[in-house]
């Protein structure tokens, strides 16, 4: 058995108006002060608490993929963050092979501190970029000056890391399918072996979700993401990458890992505010705030907030829900007689590919990745 | 001091019928029955302050939520004038015109009438519809001029219309305010000294008529009585005159405003029986009380049965509820006599009960009871009204479900047509004629009832008016026109049903019976709305309007390309497990039209008129 290991760190310059993350600008954390290196210190002090309290519940496990994310993990020094990968490293020790993923915000990084990261351990690296369209930027409420974003990468390939994504949203207000294409272009236009790309969604409590209610602003027609997604799906085929989940695409071997760990149920820990964990069927998640997270971690508690017991229902479920959005698919015989016959419906529509059906797998098709979870509603109803 | 005790006032059973007066509380909506019936109250004593609340007899919830009657409510009342002690046994009315059958039944208990007019609104709708009943009873009516108080008042003004239509001296209007008391006490006087005594045979044979029966979960059926002739004494074994029933009378009383058990009830008096049945049907409204030891020969004349005249389906919202739902119609209906219904299957929305109703208020007011009382969520389909066939085989056909209208052959249909009776300023002519004319409205008369304020008479059928033409009247003339209705019969009508197609499937639910004229309009604006209002589905929808096999209007709900949410990282899995449960838990409440899932929302909000909303608070 292996562990996956999942670090949140949650600070950001400041928020995107889309972002319902758990994360946290110097201003709202009320430090006064505008580095964010300076509240972090603590923050690290209890993560590293926070590792010894996990290895005495899993006990002895190699750890086989780390990933931080945020908030902005590079808004730290190198420095702090090779302390928490030190610690893992000590306390579990890592796979061979481990990969060990950071999410960079292009505004965070440049080459000298790409460097670092990669020489305190990191192998592969995750940008955020979302549109290079200054008005789709401008709608989602994000800073960085998408120009930086071809540089940053160059760097990131010279600093050597084995892995290199990008992150895309498509279906901001105001984005057309021109617009969406020209962002592509530029993505596959980069260095990089991995591509995630995500419609947006309206989340509540956030600003846009706000301006969406209000009706300023106007969410486009599922057809036209549909239709972007289409487009997406050809182009990035043709440039050399393949689908492996419904929203990553990727060059072969350059899968990210870490992702296929929480889609296929593995276990997991998530370390530092609001973290989510999952270690055979159970869930649980972590005091949201990063002060009182750091409080009850000083305290010497738990940082859980609260948990969960899969069912053996509740686990069919996610399996499904998640496993049906691979590439992989997921058996036909894990199904129920009622189940199957939902399924074979949708099969006629043309949802899953029929060489997989044939070989007892359901793999959705193109048009079926667009009705996923359509498909998981009728299976489970 | 003319308030007297009730135990020194003359007791029941035991007054002599000279010193009885009866009279009921008419008026328009609004224009203040109940809070002079409340003045009464206090004036002669029978509340004490300190029990006294506004409106003291509207005493079902939903009357004291909407502020307003639904149901007559008779009173003994002691009260000294001139140096005798006399009984009044007063009955406050509804004034919406839902329930002028319940006035009717009121007044048919009563020798005279106080017919109350808002000396800031002055004549209404139903104070004339009120009127002309109290007339067609022989009842004396007094005019009374309420609302004194109010700066806007003008009791000089009303009280020549009043006179006018009454036909008396401005100076018979007594001017009161049933908010402050003013004038109450004289009113009062004047009611024994205007109003005549009942007159009656105190030795022939008990009779007396069953104005008002109601269940009560206690103590049975309570059947409130006027007797006209003879006795009825405690323990008596009285008989009903129609169907020769016996019962054993448990108790005998009056209300004072509560219960007051007595001897016995006498010539003119008003009062409640108890025998211990569980039906009201055994204790019918309308039928004639004689004792079982000396019957009556001849029956009182009795009451028509109320007509419904507005009709719609009540399903529950979820299926197992349909025996609840049924359990509280019988419930209800027992204190409703006005209230009909017999089950109905519909293919859209299962089993259910087509409803009759007097009218909206009606219906919205069982639907709320409905609702309240036996915790229940319905869905109701549009009103409609009754139709008369004549097939071309000549058949007789009534349909009072739009969707059994027949799809042709037909070679006749008939529609009820009403009266209708408007007031308003002179100011709106013009824009209430054109309103009743777009209603198919034909002008029946005209008239000033002065020189601001016209009286306005269409024939109209009620299938026009069920549905908006009130808060369309309302709407222009700023709220002062006022309307009153009544039945007068059928007339043919060039009607149509229009039906709704969903994926080619009919939805009965959604059928009407429409003028040809109004059909496509009709069509459009319901295909419009479902566009609107069924989320899109696995499957392109096409949403059309037919009469008979003829589309005559048509939408289209494109099929669903995206249903995928992008982004699943770790801690989305349990939000998103759980959005799927509880879309998976939506989808349960969807109602299946062949294989169209309809979310019942959109059923509700089809079937509502666009202002449902503020109806509810709407009086006319
Ligand atoms: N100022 C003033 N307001 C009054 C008077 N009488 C009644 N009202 C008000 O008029 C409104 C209607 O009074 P109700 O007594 O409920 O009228 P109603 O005629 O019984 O109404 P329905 O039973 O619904 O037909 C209430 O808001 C009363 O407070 C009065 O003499 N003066
Ligand atoms: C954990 S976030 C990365 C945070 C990082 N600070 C950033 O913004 O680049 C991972 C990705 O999720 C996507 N994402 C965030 N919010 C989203 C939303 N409301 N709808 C769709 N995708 C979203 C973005 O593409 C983002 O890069
Ligand atoms: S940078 Fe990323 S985590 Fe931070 S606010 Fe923006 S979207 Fe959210
Ligand atoms: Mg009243």
Sequence with gaps: MSLSVYVHIPYCVKRCGYCDFNTYTPGELRQGSDSVASVAEGYIDALLDEIEIAREQTGEQAISTIFFGGGTPTLLPAKQLARVLNRLNERFGLTENCEITTEANPDSVDASSLKELREVGFNRISFGVQSVKPHVLAVLDRTHNSNRVGEVVNDARSAGFDSISVDLIYGTPSESVTDFSESLDFALSLPIDHLSAYALIVEEGTKFGAAVRRGEVVMPDDDESAEKYLLLDRKVSTAGFEWYELSNWSKAGHQCRHNEA????ADWWGFGAGAHSHLSGKRWWNIKHPKSYIESIKAGGSPAAASETLSQKDQAIEDLMLRIRMRSGIELNRFEKNQLTVLEDFYQRGLFLPDSWKSGRAVLSLEGRLLADQVVREVIS | MPAIPLS??????????ALIRNFSIIAHIDHGKSTLADRMLGITGVVEARNMRAQYLDRMDIERERGITIKSQAVRLPWRTDGSDYILNMIDTPGHVDFTYEVSRSLAACEGALLLVDCAQGIEAQTLANLYLAMENDLTIIPVLNKIDLPAAQPEKFADELARLIGCDPSDCIKVSGKTGDGVEHLLDEIVRRIPAPQGDASAPARALIFDSVYDVYRGVVTYVRVIDGRLRDHD????????????????????????PSKGLGVGEVGYLITGVKDVRQSRVGDTVTTATKPAQVALAGYKDPIPMVFSGLYPLDASEYPTLRE??????LNDAALVFEPETSAALGFGFRCGF?????????????????SLSLISTAPNVVYHLTLEDGREVEVTNPS?????????????IVRATILAPSEFIGSIMELCQGRRGILQGMDYLSEDRVEIRYTLPLGEIVFDFFDNLKSRTRGYASLDYEPIGEAE????????????????AFSAVIHREKAYAYGVMMTGKLRELIPRQQFEVPIQAAIGARIIARENIRAIRKDVLAKCYGGDITRKR????????????MKMVGRVEVPQEAFIAALSTSDEGDKAKTKK
Excluded: C
Excluded at chain 1, 262 to 265: A, E, Q
Excluded at chain 2, 8 to 17: F, G, H, I, L, R
Excluded at chain 2, 360 to 370: P, T
């Design chain 2, 328 to 333: 509280a119609l019988e419930k209800l209906q």
């Design chain 1, 262 to 265: 929480y889609w296929l149920s």
């Design chain 2, 578 to 589: 759980k959005l799927l449960e509880k879309q998976k838990e939506g989808k349960k409440r």
């Design chain 2, 358 to 374: 007097l009218g909206l208020l009606h219906m919205e007011i069982v639907r709320e009871r409905l609702e309240r009382e036996a």
């Design chain 2, 8 to 17: 020194s006032a003359p007791q029941p059973a035991e007054t002599n019928p």
């Design chain 2, 404 to 416: 059994e209208f027949p799809d042709g052959k037909i070679a006749e249909v008939r529609e009820p």
């Design chain 2, 237 to 260: 074994q009285i008989q009903m005159f129609s169907t020769g029933v016996k019962h054993e009378m448990l108790e005998v009383g009056v209300i004072s405003p509560e219960p007051i």
């Design chain 2, 493 to 508: 009508g060039d009607l149509v049903k229009v039906d709704i197609l969903l994926q080619g499937e009919k939805v009965d």
